[in-house]
């Protein structure tokens, strides 16, 4: 600067420069965004921040026709491409210039926005010059292309383009890659091709997520993408783009690029567009083109596009030579091509050179496809190569017209472009959609339709408008000679929207269409489609009002090789070896046993999201194993939207690295297999007296088993083998609630006398419309009389209202016959049923319901299969789930809950196995008087996960290799690494419980490594056993994503390691008011009594850690303290300071039943109390003068009998109850004269008072001994000797 400013000092004028701000940061309070010219360097040196710039990513093609870029700060946001800057670059870089003069020029002709940054940032697609001569530089096709398009513009001229591509694994950088990504890892070539064109599924549609990704940015840029499908190699995908009108094809197809290779930048992968990705016996990659001009369009246009046909045969090499390189490689005749050297054209035809619509030759004008142009063509010399012949064709040598439009962004008011607003209604065609600047407010439809296998295929359409009902879609095409439904000659399928759903994975306003296949040539059903035979019986029969609910079970299974069915469930050991036998794994939560959940959640809440009639999901026998529930849906709309529910689960399978399997048998040996229960009913079954007509079409099914059985999946005779909850395959059967027979007519429809019945012999694999046809068939066969009038039903599937936000009702759940009559079940509430198996351990599965319950009563009583959690047997299963308490759902947010319910069985109405609830809430009924709290601190440990369904032996802060850990010690109340293992799942299971509405107090790291506690409580009741419960059924649910088990072991770890316990604090009305101390002491001597009674129901396994050791009283031992944890009941000390207060029976281990320990605990202290709070409220807290002589005989002669205790021992409690009254006492001891010898009391004083607040085990023996033998010695009882009091005293 000194040097310039010497040199220029003598000039005048110079432009001063204002005070300067550098250094000063001004506060940025929006996006004040200048819209218009950019005012180049100069103004920006004036400003004093850049941060209300605009970027601007310059984009264009080198001599290799790859697309480079870099950015520019502009002060402005530019509306038109004159508003940008001509800029430049060092083209020796980029093959386009010499180093000794190498700047290029960059000139803007188009803007997009950039999907990267986002707006107000743009893409500029610029053409590159030469500084030196300012011609076009080496590269730039587009000035040639763009005279080419200004001579024919009177043609008007249409492009679209399909460009495929290829997605490969990174090699060598600045190496071309040689593995697709849908080749296996090992280097060895997948399964052939054929199911990977429009695919959906893990293993089929490789690189979903990149195509997908491109899809939303080419539309967030403004690039008129079309739409996208899986191509037929794997790995191996293409986008349209178009209907472009002249210049700007090559404008959004270049952009297009660019945008696709900067996606592959966050995918790891890289996009190849070689014509020939792989060689072998593998599809290349072209660039269709499609194309039209205006005389193409009018009518008798058909004429016009075989006079063009001609022209371009006479120059069939001259079109080659612009249509890529290395095209001889894919061109050579076979894989849907024209060999290089011949040409010819035909209808439908994709081994022609040119292919012409079958709508074409119908409608007598449209368009034309090339089919040559490889993928690595350069858009620009393949549509002037075009264009060109056509205008030579058809014009000659053309004046100069009107030049078309630039291309340019439309901007509001703000200088933004306007926010997106979506047209609603009927979709209006190619035709607007090219004279649309962008596709950015256009909404996406993904078509759905099943292949010759019954597979779920798609692509996707981008459309004018969002669509409310079937028709207000166009009918699209595909090629059947990639899905076996038709030849390569003549393969064009055409696709007759029939239901639209929403898209969950793009999100509204975009769509997703259950489509019908049918043949373009003749214009019947495609092979595959069963739909339509389907809704034609539905349609004879719609009289009967038909209802279908199907149980889809299937398994998620580890991914094998690439295109090959995989062998492996998901649950099954890596090894190969196989997992523990079934029984842990159904309805089941945690670690190891609900393997999969990640993704049946997902499927669940996307079928939900897409107004799919998802009724409820749990999992299944086999590890891995699931079931979702579609339904009620009346006719048609059962297969429709069970079509939808298993295509969703294919494209959630691709984003959890596995294979959802619908195989029956998914793996041979004593493993269920899958099915599709079909539940149905007609509207005579429903009314009264329809139990007779459930019979009477259940001996219709009988007479034709075998035709419903070729219909209901192929592999089924694998499954149906008698075994495993099945009828044997060529034996008809039915029963009530017998889960073994061919129908099961549940026992409400019996108990009702009307109902449904349930058809148990589908197959996972079958078709949903051929078995429902067939059950519909035969029972309208059979009650062709009972049809009612005749009226079209009602199809909420085939519509789709526009979308809104959800509202939830509030109130009792109207059941499933309100849902069969919802269009959708988006704005339903999710129900998870929470109970407990014969072993204690939680079960859930899930139900849609109408609306949000506000208590018990609103929710419905359910069922379950109670075979299959050791609650029931195989032929009579059925087992009723009883609401009882309700929390949030933590995991699915509000308003979706938890419902905590009982089990009862269904046959005789008792409680099931396991249900120790109902005893609980019993006892706690009777003694409510005494309002009991209680307060439980819950100990776990979490560990390693070992094999599949069996218990994990190895806790999450022991090392690896297998050595132990350093002592205990530092891990109490802990923090760091290595330390306090395991905080995330604590805390996460903390805020989960806080979400609920559990009463979880507290949580800190425990003793051993690896081990926590939680707190729940204060609970009153029957509410510390349900608070409990859901507490520890979202710890298993919180360890699924933590990978890790949760065990509630008493003793998780051999060694001198802690226990893992529940310990217990307890108190009722009497021990919280004043003298409530001396209650505690009372209930405490009252549980020494029996100590025994209590252990047992303190949980299995709690012998090896009650052993005196690691803060425990041995089992066989009973003392309690103040502030004692070695004792089994410990007494904080502000009970005994206050004289009043709680106790804490430490003694139930981790595994522990709560309402058997709190039922016990409420049991003991009710018998010594009363049931009421009067009872235990006299002089210092213990009985007043109102003692039912009668029940205190009653309960000696119990705990005599229970407890085996000397007499003197029993004259002593006696006396420490009754000696406030000499007389009572007198009275008692004479009723008692013929139980034992004894003596006249003296009469006398009330026994000492309680014990003091210090307890050794020394001090408290012989403090108890004292006062027994005062009280005696008053009483005049002999004392009995040291060998009559047991250790546990």
Not at 5 to 22: D, H, M, R
Not at 58 to 67: E, F, G, N, T, V
Not at 121 to 150: F, K
Not at 1222 to 1243: E, R
Request: hydrophobic residues 35%; glycine residues 10%; contains cysteine.
């Amino acid at each position: 600067m000194k040097t310039t400013g010497q040199c220029l000092s003598s000039f005048k004028g110079i432009a001063e420069v204002g005070s300067s701000t550098y250094g000063a940061l001004e506060y940025f309070t929006g996006e004040n965004i200048s819209i218009g010219k950019d005012k180049g360097s100069l103004a920006l040196a004036k400003m004093s921040t850049y941060q209300t710039c605009v970027l601007a990513e310059y984009i264009w093609l080198d001599a290799r026709q790859i697309p480079r870029s870099k950015t520019m700060t502009m002060t402005d946001r530019p509306t038109k491409a004159e508003d940008l800057r001509v800029w430049n670059y060092d083209g020796s870089s980029t093959e386009q210039a010499e180093g000794h003069n190498s700047e290029v020029l960059l000139y803007p002709r188009a803007i997009f926005d950039d999907p990267f940054r986002g707006p107000p940032h743009v893409l500029v697609l610029a053409e590159a010059y030469n500084a030196w001569d300012g011609q076009p530089s080496i590269g730039n096709s587009r000035a040639e292309c763009n005279e080419i398009m200004n001579m024919y513009a009177a043609l008007d001229p249409w492009f679209g383009i399909e460009q495929e591509y290829t997605l490969f694994r990174p090699t060598k950088v600045g190496e071309a890659p040689s593995v697709p990504l849908g080749f296996n890892e090992d280097g060895s070539e997948p399964a052939p091709q054929g199911p990977y064109y429009c695919s959906a599924g893990t293993g089929a549609a490789i690189g979903r997520a990149v195509a997908d990704d491109h899809y939303k940015k080419c539309l967030q840029a403004g690039v008129k993408i079309a739409g996208i499908n899986a191509e037929v190699m794997p790995g191996q995908w293409e986008f349209q783009v178009g209907p472009c009108r002249g210049i700007e094809m090559g404008d959004h197809l270049t952009v297009a690029r660019y945008i696709m290779l900067r996606v592959t930048e966050d995918h790891n992968c890289i996009c190849s567009f070689s014509p020939k990705p792989k060689n072998g016996d593998w599809n290349g990659a072209g660039c269709h083109t499609n194309f039209s001009v205006a005389p193409m369009m009018q009518d008798g246009g058909y004429d016009v596009i075989l006079q063009v046909c001609e022209a371009f045969g006479k120059v069939a090499p001259e079109h080659i030579v612009e249509y890529g390189e290395g095209n001889e490689l894919r061109l050579t005749g076979k894989h849907e091509t024209c060999d290089i050297n011949t040409f010819k054209y035909g209808v439908a035809n994709r081994g022609a050179s040119i292919r012409i619509p079958r709508d074409a030759e119908k409608d007598g004008k449209g368009y034309m496809e090339d089919r040559r142009p490889a993928a690595n063509c350069d858009p620009y010399r393949v549509t002037r190569r075009m264009l060109k012949t056509a205008g030579e064709c058809l014009l000659g040598a053309a004046e100069m017209p009107v030049t078309l439009a630039t291309s340019s962004l439309p901007v509001s008011a703000t200088g933004y472009k306007t926010s997106k607003s979506f047209s609603i209604g009927k979709d209006k065609g190619a035709s607007a959609l090219a004279y649309m600047g962008s596709y950015q407010s256009c909404v996406l439809a993904e078509y759905v339709w099943l292949d010759a296998h019954q597979i779920p295929r798609s692509k996707t359409m981008t459309m004018t408008s969002r669509p409310t009902k079937p028709e207000d879609l166009r009918v699209w095409n595909y090629d059947g000679s990639s899905t076996e439904q038709a030849e390569g000659h003549n393969s064009e399928v055409l696709l007759y929207p029939r239901a639209i759903f929403d898209d969950p994975f793009r999100g509204a306003p975009h769509v997703l269409v259950l489509a019908e296949a049918y043949n373009a040539w003749d214009g019947k059903p495609s092979i595959g489609n069963s739909r339509a035979d389907c809704a034609a019986i539905m349609e004879t029969y719609k009289g009967l009002d038909p209802w279908f609910g199907i149980e889809q079970e299937y398994t998620l299974m580890r991914p094998g090789s690439v295109g090959i069915a995989s062998t492996m469930p998901l649950g099954f050991n890596e090894d190969g070896s196989e997992p523990a036998p079934q029984g842990p794994y159904y309805t089941s939560a945690g670690t190891g046993v609900a393997i999969g959940r990640a993704v049946a959640d997902e499927h669940y809440q996307k079928c939900l999201d897409a107004g799919v009639k998802i009724a409820g999901i749990n999992a299944e026998v086999m590890p891995g194993q699931w079931e979702f529930q579609i339904g009620p849906c009346r006719g048609i709309e059962m297969g429709d939207h069970l079509t939808m529910a298993r295509y969703i689960m294919l494209r959630v399978t691709e984003s959890h690295d596995c294979e959802c399997s619908f195989s029956p048998k998914p793996k041979r040996g004593d493993w269920n297999g899958a099915g599709c229960h079909t539940n149905f009913s007609v509207t005579p079954m429903m009314q009264d007296g329809g139990y007779d007509v459930i019979i009477q079409v259940c001996e219709a099914f009988g007479k034709v088993a075998k035709d419903h059985i070729q219909e209901y999946g192929e592999g089924n005779d694998q499954r149906l083998t008698g075994m495993h909850e099945t009828c044997d395959i060529n034996t008809f059967k039915y029963g009530v609630a017998n889960r073994g027979a061919s129908i099961r007519i549940p026992r409400d429809a019996e108990k009702d006398g009307k109902g449904y019945m349930e058809d148990r012999r589908p197959a996972a694999n079958c078709d949903p419309y051929r078995v429902t046809g067939r059950i519909m068939k035969t029972t309208g066969q059979c009650l062709a009389g009972s049809m009612g009038p005749p009226g079209a039903l009602p199809a909420p599937s085939s519509s789709l209202a526009e979308y809104s936000s959800r509202s939830y009702k509030i109130g009792k759940d109207q059941g499933a016959s309100a849902l069969a009559y919802m269009g959708s079940f988006r704005s339903c509430v999710l129900a998870e049923y929470v109970w407990l198996d014969a072993r204690q351990t939680p079960r859930s599965k899930t139900m849609t319901m109408t609306s949000r319950p506000t208590k018990p009563e609103d929710l419905r009583v359910w069922n379950y299969d109670g075979s299959s959690t050791e609650q029931a047997e195989g032929h009579n299963s059925e087992v009723l789930l009883y609401p009882r308490a309700i929390f949030q759902d933590p995991f699915r947010g509000p308003p979706h809950i938890l419902v905590m319910a009982e089990a009862y069985n269904a046959w005789d109405g008792k409680p099931s196995i396991g249900n120790t609830r109902a005893e609980c809430a019993a006892v706690m009924e009777k003694y409510k008087g005494l309002d009991p709290w209680f307060g439980i601190e819950q100990e776990y440990t979490l560990m390693r996960p070992g094999r599949i369904g069996t218990a994990a032996t190895m806790p999450l802060g022991f090392n690896e290799d297998g050595s132990e850990p350093a002592p205990q010690g530092p891990y109490y109340t802990g923090a760091g690494t290595g330390v306090a293992i395991g905080r995330a799942v604590a805390e996460d299971h903390k805020m989960k419980c806080l979400q609920a509405g559990v009463k979880i107090s507290g949580i800190n790291a425990e003793v051993m490594p690896g081990q926590w506690e939680f707190q729940v409580g204060p609970c009153r009741g029957i509410e510390m056993g349900d608070h409990l419960t859901i507490a520890r059924y979202i710890m298993l649910r919180v360890t699924e994503s933590h990978n890790c088990v949760c065990s509630f072991s008493p003793k998780p770890k051999d060694g001198d390691w802690n226990g893992a316990g529940c310990h217990t604090n307890f108190s009722v009305t009497p021990m919280l008011q004043q003298g409530g101390y001396d209650v505690i002491i009372k209930v405490c001597e009252a549980f020494g009594r029996i100590p025994q009674e209590h252990v047992l129901e303190y949980g299995e396994g709690n012998d090896k850690r009650l052993t005196g050791k690691h803060e425990t009283c041995d089992i066989n031992t009973f003392k309690y303290g103040v502030a004692n944890r070695g004792a089994s009941i410990r007494i904080p000390r502000d009970a005994e300071k206050d004289g009043k207060g709680y106790m804490e029976d430490r003694r139930p281990a981790a595994n522990c039943d709560p309402y058997r320990v709190t039922s016990r605990m409420m049991k003991t202290t009710g018998e010594v109390l009363g049931s009421s709070p009067s009872l235990a409220a006299g002089s210092g807290g213990r009985s007043d003068m109102n003692v039912d002589v009668q029940s205190l005989r009653d309960d000696m002669n119990a705990m005599i009998k229970e407890t085996r205790v000397e007499m003197g021992s029993v004259r002593q409690a006696l006396a420490a109850s009754c000696a406030d009254n000499n007389k009572m006492f007198q009275k008692i001891l004479s009723m008692m004269s013929g139980m034992s010898p004894s003596s006249q009391a003296n009469g006398g004083e009330p026994p000492a008072s309680p014990a003091p607040s210090s307890f050794s085990v020394g001090s408290a023996q012989s403090l108890q001994a004292r006062q027994m033998q005062s009280m005696n010695a008053k009483a005049g009882v002999p004392l009995p000797s040291r060998s009559a009091y047991p250790q546990q005293r």
